[in-house]
């Protein structure tokens, strides 16, 4: 089993519409969750992280955490094309075993059409 | 500086040889972290810096990579004996300090062809 799964995609959605974009995990030591937008070429880039269970809102994302269930999503509001990218669902590893480097999924193609 | 900084951008390079890529954290930033990005592959995490300590190494794929960090700052990844499965975007990323809730800050990476 990976540890951080995604839906490779691509998700299409209509512009003005609502993205949504799911990560499971399997380390339930996992304490800190984080999103990476990265366009094609580029490096990824932060857009939000969560550590406690619920949702977390900034502008037009909000993040949503279950741990038991070990699951994290992303939500995009009134989409634009120029969200259009590939998003990374990271993870930090279970710091009593290895540190606090990040596990990424492979991430979800989001092509938002006008 | 703003950002993390990275070089060179891109580097091409017969294979055998060995390359050395470079890393400049963000300015106050004691944690840095290496990852590489192969095509169709996510980000694989190689290895982190505290400070100029490693304690974990535990991605490194060979004996053929290392890495050091002085200074506390500017950090190079050695590549020995470069073979054509190491070609891939080598990124780095710093945060303030190690720490579960810290978000590491990627710098625009190297990409690395190796003929």
């Known amino acids: 089993q990976k540890e951080v799964e995604q839906n490779s995609g691509p998700l299409s959605v209509p512009e003005g519409a609502i993205a949504s974009l799911n990560c499971t995990y399997s380390?339930?030591?996992?304490?800190?969750f984080f999103w990476y937008r990265q366009y094609s070429g580029k490096s990824p880039e932060l857009i939000m992280f969560?550590?406690?269970?619920g949702d977390k809102e900034d502008g037009r994302f909000t993040a949503q955490l279950n741990k038991a269930s070990q699951y994290v999503s992303l939500l995009i509001r009134d989409s634009q094309p120029s969200d259009s990218a590939t998003y990374l669902c990271?993870?930090?590893?279970?710091?009593?075993?290895?540190?606090?480097?990040?596990?990424f999924g492979k991430g979800t193609s989001l092509l938002v059409t006008p | 500086g703003a950002g993390v900084s990275q070089s060179p951008s891109n580097k091409v390079t017969e294979k055998g040889k060995d390359v050395e890529l470079r890393c400049d954290p963000i300015s106050g930033h004691t944690a840095l972290y290496w990852y590489r990005q192969s095509l169709g592959q996510g980000l694989e995490f190689l290895i982190y810096?505290?400070?100029?300590?490693?304690?974990?190494k535990s991605g490194l794929p060979s004996d053929r990579f290392s890495a050091e960090r002085t200074g506390g700052s500017v950090s190079t990844l050695t590549i020995q004996r470069t073979q054509q499965e190491d070609s891939a975007v080598y990124l780095c990323?710093?945060?303030?300090?190690?720490?579960?809730?810290?978000?590491?800050?990627f710098g625009d990476g190297t990409r690395l062809s190796i003929l």
């Open positions: 810096f505290q400070g100029n300590s490693a304690p974990d």
């Open positions: 969560i550590y406690s269970n």
């Open positions: 380390d339930r030591g996992s304490q800190s």
């Open positions: 990271a993870v930090n590893k279970n710091p009593n075993l290895s540190g606090y480097a990040l596990n």
């Open positions: 990323a710093s945060s303030l300090r190690a720490g579960g809730t810290q978000p590491q800050h």
